[in-house]
């Protein structure tokens, strides 16, 4: 089993069904996963846990700002739970 401590985790749709519900196990589980939301994101499923994860509020259709948050971050393990228009 992994031992999800050590590792760096990214979550694209965060504030959706999936995304939220996976954000909060992580969280449960002592980690403050990385977060990536659009401006504007309705944050009322992860509210409760904002001070528990660190949110980067970009487009994800900006390779550059994606490109740079992710260089910075360095992160081992990507949750890619966006989709558009669900």
């Avoid at 939220?20 to 499923?45: D, Y």
């Avoid at 994860?53 to 360095?74: G, M, S, W």
């Amino acid at each position: 089993m992994m031992d999800l401590t050590k590792e760096t985790i990214v979550i694209t749709g965060a504030a959706g069904f999936v995304g939220g519900a996976l954000t909060h196990r992580l969280v449960a589980m002592g980690l403050k996963p990385h977060v990536f939301l659009r401006p504007k994101s309705n944050l009322w499923r992860i509210v409760d846990i904002s001070r528990d994860i660190v949110i980067h509020e970009n487009d994800l259709t900006d390779p550059d700002t994606v490109r740079a948050i992710i260089q910075k971050i360095r992160p081992t393990i990507i949750y890619h739970l966006v989709a558009h228009g669900a």
